[in-house]
């Protein structure tokens, strides 16, 4: 038997109106907007018994005699039933609450309000009440799970909230419904329902479909829906037996499915079509009470029958209403709406504005013919019905037949496969970062580093209210908003703003360019029709908006039309700083709540690239987009739902690194950050700090917090993590300074060199850690990431701890670090030499300037003369092995281009000058950088380096300069030298006074015999005093520490005589030297006695350890 729809009767005022049934259904009670409640022995009763509860009354529940109503005085009352006497207030909200239900032992009433609020009291003790916060705006409906484990909630903010009662956590939440900023704009009040004995199933009206989450697993199990429902569903209800659902729609539609088999039993039409707003099953009939938007009673009996047979009420129910005029009595108009079903349906399904996140998706699984797409999705057992229904085609004998056919027919079961897999997620729909939801009346349109843009929508004005956070780049403004813009953006240079288009007005982009130096500062650029602005953002001197119709229109700042591209997919949100434009789009359809979003990444300057080409965009399992943008140094950062900030590493292939979770900041878990700004330099994250909901309100004015940044790396609680964190933190933050440097921006340099100490301070840290560790080979993965003074400490850290064999591994990779550095030298000096062959400088020019360098910085440190001699001494063991330097031999002497090192400024460069009275120095590339590192070098590397020269230790190979191919014109006058013994007479003969940084004569010696220094003689002669007073120097680096110590601790006349003393000598011998010049067997002789020299000098050393010193005099000898 079909439903039979019983007349319906007045109850209540036009209004919102609900209904329940008592505990054994021997009354059915409703209640008004008129504030009463009413309760009817059965829909016949012509004087129901009234109680008056308040103003308006918009939800009542009725459990083991107590009646609970939600009243326009924002309380939950209690009455006692079905007398109707007040027992009490049970709570009481700041506005009205929307629903209120019982659970299913009575003990416990749950109530939504307007204030976000969800709130479970205890009825019999009002003061046992917990409170749910986490909804962005007013609540709609709430449900009990029948084992009082769950709670479940409908809001305006667009989602549906599954709350574990016993911690007052959100279980799962679920983006389902459509936003709006209050319950009377709600295209649907959402009251959804857990099935009444197992709770298994949760029933939530999404759109014209019915949606069943699976409990604890919260999967979508099945979707329901009917081609007649054309216009949302209201309300829904279980059976007692939870084999039915029925459910009520806008359009005045009651429609019941058989769950399991998922087949549709009942369809019933309103009489007036109105919507249907309140739905109660009865606790033991088959009876369902209903209610209507104007305050009708309606109710239907023989809903299904006992043994579930399907019914064909569809059948008899289209018939009469084509037929036998059952309902409005107007054949025309009834023929009409049954053949407009299918159009209104398709319609309803492809129109873009109103459409629910969950609709959006179904447009993409179903396919594209609407009636086609139901009928095989949802409705397959359907079929012979529909075409009746639907078709005019046959005569009235074949409707009978069929419907004679169709009354025999079996149960049939769906035809459509169970499917376990995994279910495509909503699309996020485009935002505008720091914007709150466009439902609000009062809302942030943006909150970024340059200010706040306000918008104001109320009944009696609509305005926008800018703001600068620097006053001195502009005035806040205030400006009126008529034509309804909804996104907006902020610069230094302008404000831009957008709006959608309407019937009328096409979708617009407005610009008010207050930077301009002319007096028109506003334009305006109209989109084409059926184009939409999305997204907008502002760059230096540029504008960019992204539209429905997947374009991308730039924008010129002062209104000059530029490039348009499409893009992959459906915008998402777009960012703007500088030259980059950050974009992020729909790649695909993600699945389990997974979004599958991508980026591009484009450079909008005079040389346009794409660095980033719609890579995928990282985000955290079952999150969305929140905020994209970038740093105020220009780093694009985002940041997810569950609070994770992440930024893009330049130096690693442009990956995404996370550097903060604003989650591990917040108090409760229903509290959150609402980004507005991140900065690298100082390290900051600004945002504002959210108590139970994802965005701030504009009044009062939200105040700023500041977070730290932390990377997510292991055992932070350890030295060793927090020391690893920092270093990297480090390195990731001061990325950007590379990038300004690539693309010639200005920045400080003192802000990179600093952190380049603090990181090479963190990496000795952890080094010192690993040696006490005794983890040499962590020693040494430290030791690569550090520059070369770094590893120069390093290596005297590990000998003094007496891991020799560590500061043998360091002194090699010193080696290898200096020749890097050296290559690198080299490459840039031929870079610099090509630019100038490419002038007109000619090439005795550029060694006058070199030469002029060299002099510059013989000069500079000539003031005291220890360590103008030590350096001098240091610099020539260095010198002496260029294979460039002039031999005595060669027969290219003559022709070598050689400059005068003198004092006096510019000199004849052709000039061949004595080298008996004027020292003299072949040029080439290397001079320069010798001399431009002299400097830095310390004055205790100096002797123990001269020392390991004149031995030829191999550790100081690497750093001898290298000869270059680009020194083509100077190699033409040199000869390599091809054998040791040329190597020496080189070394005898090549003058050097123009290297020597001191003027004095005596420095024209050579090498081997080279006049001691003041110094020098006072060494030997305390050299014993010092050893005995120190007999724990045993390196000769320490015991020239502590001479020069004691040397300089002596009196200027003291030292200005051995300084003499020293000089005196010098000049003897230097005249000796110079009339032995020319004599072959002088070189003889010198090799004789160097040697005997060499034996000498061991003894001074007092039993060293030759190879461990070598070692260490290589990163002592290249400290920078």
């Given at each position: 038997?079909?439903?039979?729809?019983?007349?319906?009767?007045?109850?209540?005022?036009?209004?919102?109106?609900?209904?329940?049934?008592?505990?054994?259904?021997?009354?059915?009670?409703?209640?008004?907007?008129?504030?009463?409640?009413?309760?009817?022995?059965?829909?016949?009763?012509?004087?129901?018994?009234?109680?008056?509860?308040?103003?308006?009354?918009?939800?009542?529940?009725?459990?083991?005699?107590?009646?609970?109503?939600?009243?326009?005085?924002?309380?939950?009352?209690?009455?006692?039933?079905?007398?109707?006497?007040?027992?009490?207030?049970?709570?009481?909200?700041?506005?009205?609450?929307?629903?209120?239900?019982?659970?299913?032992?009575?003990?416990?009433?749950?109530a939504g309000s307007g204030d976000f609020m969800v709130k479970v009291v205890d009825v019999m003790d009002s003061s046992?009440?917990?409170?749910?916060?986490?909804?962005?705006?007013?609540?709609?409906?709430?449900?009990?799970?029948?084992?009082?484990?769950?709670?479940?909630?409908?809001?305006?903010?667009?989602?549906?909230?599954?709350?574990?009662?016993?911690?007052?956590?959100?279980?799962?939440?679920?983006?389902?419904?459509?936003?709006?900023?209050?319950?009377?704009?709600?295209?649907?009040?959402?009251?959804?329902?857990?099935?009444?004995?197992?709770?298994?199933?949760?029933?939530?009206?999404?759109?014209?479909?019915?949606?069943?989450?699976?409990?604890?697993?919260?999967?979508?199990?099945?979707?329901?829906?009917?081609?007649?429902?054309?216009?949302?569903?209201?309300?829904?209800?279980?059976?007692?037996?939870?084999?039915?659902?029925?459910?009520?729609?806008?359009?005045?539609?009651?429609?019941?499915?058989?769950?399991?088999?998922?087949?549709?039993?009942?369809?019933?039409?309103?009489?007036?079509?109105?919507?249907?707003?309140?739905?109660?099953?009865?606790?033991?009939?088959?009876?369902?009470?209903?209610?209507?938007?104007?305050?009708?009673?309606?109710?239907?009996?023989?809903?299904?029958?006992?043994?579930?047979?399907?019914?064909?009420?569809?059948?008899?129910?289209?018939?009469?209403?084509?037929?036998?005029?059952?309902?409005?009595?107007?054949?025309?108009?009834?023929?009409?709406?049954?053949?407009?079903?299918?159009?209104?349906?398709?319609?309803?399904?492809?129109?873009?504005?109103?459409?629910?996140?969950?609709?959006?998706?179904?447009?993409?699984?179903?396919?594209?013919?609407?009636?086609?797409?139901?009928?095989?999705?949802?409705?397959?057992?359907?079929?012979?019905?529909?075409?009746?229904?639907?078709?005019?085609?046959?005569?009235?004998?074949?409707?009978?037949?069929?419907?004679?056919?169709?009354?025999?027919?079996?149960?049939?079961?769906?035809?459509?496969?169970?499917?376990?897999?995994?279910?495509?997620?909503?699309?996020?729909?485009?935002?505008?970062?720091?914007?709150?939801?466009?439902?609000?009346?009062?809302?942030?349109?943006?909150?970024?580093?340059?200010?706040?843009?306000?918008?104001?929508?109320?009944?009696?004005?609509?305005?926008?209210?800018?703001?600068?956070?620097?006053?001195?780049?502009?005035?806040?403004?205030?400006?009126?908003?008529?034509?309804?813009?909804?996104?907006?953006?902020?610069?230094?240079?302008a404000v831009l703003f957008a709006c959608e288009s309407t019937t009328e007005l096409a979708s617009k982009l407005h610009?008010?360019?207050?930077?301009?130096?002319?007096?028109?500062?506003?334009?305006?650029?109209?989109?084409?029709?059926?184009?939409?602005?999305?997204?907008?953002?502002?760059?230096?001197?540029?504008?960019?908006?992204?539209?429905?119709?997947?374009?991308?229109?730039?924008?010129?700042?002062?209104?000059?039309?530029?490039?348009?591209?499409?893009?992959?997919?459906?915008?998402?949100?777009?960012?703007?700083?500088?030259?980059?434009?950050?974009?992020?789009?729909?790649?695909?359809?993600?699945?389990?709540?997974?979004?599958?979003?991508?980026?591009?990444?484009?450079?909008?300057?005079?040389?346009?690239?794409?660095?980033?080409?719609?890579?995928?965009?990282?985000?955290?399992?079952?999150?969305?987009?929140?905020?994209?943008?970038?740093?105020?140094?220009?780093?694009?950062?985002?940041?997810?739902?569950?609070?994770?900030?992440?930024?893009?590493?330049?130096?690693?292939?442009?990956?995404?690194?996370?550097?903060?979770?604003?989650?591990?900041?917040?108090?409760?878990?229903?509290?959150?950050?609402?980004?507005?700004?991140?900065?690298?330099?100082?390290?900051?994250?600004?945002?504002?700090?959210?108590?139970?909901?994802?965005?701030?309100?504009?009044?009062?004015?939200?105040?700023?917090?500041?977070?730290?940044?932390?990377?997510?790396?292991?055992?932070?609680?350890?030295?060793?993590?927090?020391?690893?964190?920092?270093?990297?933190?480090?390195?990731?933050?001061?990325?950007?300074?590379?990038?300004?440097?690539?693309?010639?921006?200005?920045?400080?340099?003192?802000?990179?060199?600093?952190?380049?100490?603090?990181?090479?301070?963190?990496?000795?840290?952890?080094?010192?850690?690993?040696?006490?560790?005794?983890?040499?080979?962590?020693?040494?993965?430290?030791?690569?990431?550090?520059?070369?003074?770094?590893?120069?400490?390093?290596?005297?850290?590990?000998?003094?701890?007496?891991?020799?064999?560590?500061?043998?591994?360091?002194?090699?990779?010193?080696?290898?670090?200096?020749?890097?550095?050296?290559?690198?030298?080299?490459?840039?000096?031929?870079?610099?030499?090509?630019?100038?062959?490419?002038?007109?400088?000619?090439?005795?020019?550029?060694?006058?300037?070199?030469?002029?360098?060299?002099?510059?910085?013989?000069?500079?440190?000539?003031?005291?003369?220890?360590?103008?001699?030590?350096?001098?001494?240091?610099?020539?063991?260095?010198?002496?092995?260029?294979?460039?330097?002039?031999?005595?031999?060669?027969?290219?002497?003559?022709?070598?281009?050689?400059?005068?090192?003198?004092?006096?400024?510019?000199?004849?460069?052709?000039?061949?000058?004595?080298?008996?009275?004027?020292?003299?120095?072949?040029?080439?590339?290397?001079?320069?950088?010798?001399?431009?590192?002299?400097?830095?070098?310390?004055?205790?590397?100096?002797?123990?380096?001269?020392?390991?020269?004149?031995?030829?230790?191999?550790?100081?190979?690497?750093?001898?300069?290298?000869?270059?191919?680009?020194?083509?014109?100077?190699?033409?006058?040199?000869?390599?030298?091809?054998?040791?013994?040329?190597?020496?007479?080189?070394?005898?003969?090549?003058?050097?006074?123009?290297?020597?940084?001191?003027?004095?004569?005596?420095?024209?010696?050579?090498?081997?015999?080279?006049?001691?220094?003041?110094?020098?003689?006072?060494?030997?002669?305390?050299?014993?005093?010092?050893?005995?007073?120190?007999?724990?120097?045993?390196?000769?680096?320490?015991?020239?520490?502590?001479?020069?110590?004691?040397?300089?601790?002596?009196?200027?006349?003291?030292?200005?005589?051995?300084?003499?003393?020293?000089?005196?000598?010098?000049?003897?011998?230097?005249?000796?030297?110079?009339?032995?010049?020319?004599?072959?067997?002088?070189?003889?002789?010198?090799?004789?006695?160097?040697?005997?020299?060499?034996?000498?000098?061991?003894?001074?050393?007092?039993?060293?350890?030759?190879?461990?010193?070598?070692?260490?005099?290589?990163?002592?000898?290249?400290?920078?």
């Open positions: 038997m079909p439903a039979t729809q019983m007349p319906m009767r007045y109850g209540h005022p036009e209004g919102h109106t609900d209904v329940c049934f008592d505990d054994f259904g021997s009354c059915i009670v409703t209640c008004g907007s008129d504030g009463d409640v009413r309760i009817w022995k059965d829909l016949n009763d012509d004087d129901p018994k009234s109680i008056n509860v308040g103003e308006r009354a918009y939800s009542c529940a009725l459990k083991k005699g107590k009646l609970v109503t939600s009243v326009s005085n924002n309380t939950i009352q209690v009455h006692t039933f079905p007398n109707g006497v007040p027992d009490g207030i049970l709570t009481r909200f700041t506005t009205n609450a929307n629903h209120v239900v019982f659970n299913r032992d009575g003990t416990k009433i749950a046992q009440q917990k409170s749910f916060r986490g909804h962005d705006a007013p609540v709609l409906s709430v449900s009990f799970d029948p084992k009082d484990i769950f709670l479940a909630s409908a809001s305006c903010d667009g989602s549906v909230k599954v709350w574990q009662i016993s911690d007052q956590t959100c279980a799962i939440s679920w983006p389902l419904l459509q936003k709006c900023n209050d319950v009377v704009n709600a295209k649907s009040i959402c009251r959804l329902a857990w099935q009444p004995k197992s709770g298994k199933l949760l029933a939530i009206p999404v759109g014209n479909t019915i949606k069943l989450y699976r409990r604890e697993t919260w999967r979508n199990e099945l979707d329901l829906s009917d081609n007649f429902i054309t216009l949302p569903l209201n309300v829904v209800t279980w059976s007692p037996c939870e084999k039915y659902l029925a459910a009520g729609s806008l359009n005045g539609y009651i429609v019941v499915w058989n769950v399991e088999t998922r087949d549709c039993m009942e369809r019933v039409k309103h009489e007036k079509g109105y919507t249907i707003c309140g739905l109660a099953w009865h606790p033991t009939s088959r009876q369902i009470a209903y209610t209507d938007a104007e305050g009708n009673l309606g109710l239907l009996e023989n809903v299904c029958d006992t043994n579930g047979t399907k019914s064909n009420s569809k059948v008899s129910g289209m018939r009469n209403k084509v037929y036998t005029d059952l309902f409005d009595g107007d054949d025309d108009s009834d023929n009409d709406d049954s053949d407009d079903f299918l159009n209104k349906n398709t319609e309803f399904q492809l129109t873009p504005k109103g459409r629910t996140n969950y609709e959006d998706d179904e447009d993409d699984l179903m396919l594209a013919s609407g009636y086609s797409r139901h009928r095989n999705h949802i409705l397959e057992d359907d079929d012979n019905s529909t075409e009746i229904a639907l078709t005019g085609k046959h005569t009235h004998g074949e409707k009978e037949e069929k419907d004679e056919s169709i009354h025999a027919l079996p149960l049939t079961v769906s035809q459509r496969p169970n499917y376990d897999g995994p279910m495509p997620s909503p699309q996020q729909k485009p935002f505008q970062s720091g914007s709150t939801p466009l439902y609000l009346t009062h809302r942030f349109m943006v909150w970024n580093s340059i200010g706040i843009i306000r918008c104001y929508n109320d009944d009696q004005d609509s305005a926008i209210d800018v703001e600068f956070h620097d006053t001195s780049i502009h005035h806040a403004t205030h400006l009126s908003n008529t034509l309804n813009y909804t996104i907006a953006d902020l610069s230094h240079e610009c008010l360019h207050f930077s301009s130096w002319d007096s028109s500062k506003e334009w305006t650029v109209d989109m084409p029709p059926n184009e939409d602005i999305v997204a907008i953002c502002l760059g230096q001197g540029w504008a960019a908006s992204a539209t429905s119709a997947l374009l991308l229109r730039i924008f010129s700042i002062g209104g000059v039309q530029k490039e348009v591209f499409s893009l992959p997919g459906p915008v998402v949100s777009m960012a703007g700083h500088g030259e980059q434009l950050l974009i992020a789009f729909h790649r695909g359809t993600g699945f389990d709540g997974d979004q599958c979003l991508g980026i591009h990444l484009l450079e909008l300057g005079k040389k346009k690239k794409q660095i980033l080409h719609g890579d995928p965009l990282p985000l955290t399992r079952k999150s969305y987009l929140t905020w994209v943008g970038f740093s105020a140094e220009g780093s694009p950062c985002y940041v997810d739902s569950e609070g994770i900030v992440r930024m893009l590493n330049r130096k690693l292939g442009n990956t995404w690194t996370p550097i903060c979770n604003t989650k591990e900041h917040c108090k409760g878990k229903s509290d959150h950050y609402w980004v507005v700004g991140i900065h690298e330099n100082p390290q900051q994250l600004r945002c504002i700090p959210c108590k139970g909901s994802r965005f701030p309100p504009t009044l009062p004015r939200p105040a700023v917090a500041i977070l730290s940044f932390q990377l997510p790396y292991c055992q932070l609680a350890t030295e060793k993590g927090q020391m690893e964190e920092q270093f990297w933190r480090s390195v990731i933050f001061h990325n950007h300074l590379d990038y300004l440097a690539e693309n010639s921006y200005e920045y400080e340099e003192s802000t990179k060199n600093q952190a380049i100490k603090e990181q090479q301070e963190l990496l000795m840290k952890m080094f010192a850690l690993s040696c006490k560790l005794e983890r040499d080979f962590r020693c040494m993965e430290l030791a690569e990431l550090m520059t070369q003074n770094a590893v120069n400490l390093a290596i005297k850290y590990a000998s003094r701890s007496r891991r020799l064999v560590l500061a043998q591994k360091l002194s090699e990779l010193a080696v290898e670090k200096a020749t890097e550095l050296a290559a690198s030298l080299n490459e840039e000096e031929e870079d610099f030499r090509n630019k100038l062959k490419t002038s007109s400088t000619t090439d005795w020019s550029q060694h006058r300037i070199v030469n002029h360098k060299i002099e510059e910085n013989n000069s500079e440190d000539s003031e005291e003369a220890n360590e103008i001699e030590v350096k001098a001494d240091l610099h020539k063991n260095r010198f002496r092995q260029n294979p460039f330097c002039k031999n005595e031999n060669s027969a290219d002497g003559p022709a070598i281009k050689s400059v005068p090192s003198s004092h006096q400024g510019r000199v004849n460069p052709f000039k061949v000058s004595d080298s008996s009275k004027e020292s003299t120095i072949s040029i080439n590339s290397t001079a320069s950088n010798i001399l431009d590192n002299m400097k830095k070098l310390s004055k205790k590397s100096a002797e123990p380096n001269r020392i390991a020269n004149k031995e030829k230790s191999p550790v100081l190979k690497p750093l001898i300069p290298k000869p270059k191919s680009k020194q083509v014109p100077a190699t033409n006058f040199f000869q390599a030298c091809t054998s040791q013994t040329d190597k020496i007479v080189e070394e005898k003969e090549n003058p050097e006074n123009t290297l020597s940084e001191s003027p004095a004569p005596s420095a024209q010696n050579i090498e081997n015999e080279r006049p001691k220094t003041g110094f020098q003689m006072w060494l030997e002669e305390n050299r014993s005093d010092i050893l005995t007073d120190h007999p724990h120097l045993s390196q000769e680096p320490d015991i020239i520490k502590e001479g020069m110590n004691r040397f300089r601790m002596l009196s200027d006349e003291e030292r200005k005589a051995w300084t003499n003393k020293a000089k005196g000598g010098a000049t003897n011998e230097a005249e000796t030297k110079k009339r032995k010049h020319p004599s072959n067997d002088n070189t003889k002789q010198r090799e004789q006695e160097k040697p005997k020299e060499n034996l000498k000098l061991s003894k001074k050393r007092k039993h060293l350890d030759i190879s461990i010193n070598q070692k260490l005099l290589a990163f002592a000898f290249k400290k920078d």
